[in-house]
């Protein structure tokens, strides 16, 4: 039976991105942080997205496999989960809404599996 890998799939519902998808294969990273800066593994343009922090929030692997944390970054807009404030880590599952700042961008969090020889290095569970 060939091993199966994770991906994090991010849809861009509003903000600049709206209508892309970033995918991100879980491999090498313990983390994943969505804003603004340069090494953020899901990006804003700074210009446009003015509600995204520059290290905005991390999504990092739950306490078993195949969950994620959700949690807010001390940003200045804050983090919505499906339209409630982040005040702490939560439980991320597939399907939900994130949005960065009340008026900021929503992106809607997927988790896929696929076969291991279909994916390549990213984020590790």
Do not use: C, W
């Not at 090494?39 to 804003?44: G, N």
């Not at 960065?100 to 809607?108: F, I, V």
Request: without cysteine.
């Amino acid at each position: 039976m060939e091993a199966m890998t994770v991906q994090l799939i991010f849809r861009h519902l509003t903000g600049s991105r709206a209508t892309q998808v970033d995918v991100v294969p879980l491999g090498a990273h313990r983390e994943l942080i969505l804003g603004r800066a340069a090494s953020a593994a899901v990006r804003f343009a700074p210009r446009h997205d003015a509600a995204v922090g520059r290290y905005h929030a991390r999504i990092e692997p739950g306490d078993e496999p195949g969950r994620f944390r959700l949690s807010d970054l001390g940003s200045r807009n804050g983090t919505l989960l499906n339209g409630k404030p982040v005040t702490g880590p939560v439980e991320l599952r597939s399907g939900d809404i994130l949005q960065l700042g009340a008026d900021g961008p929503r992106l809607e969090f997927l988790v896929e599996t696929a076969p291991a020889s279909l994916a390549g290095p990213g984020f590790r569970a």
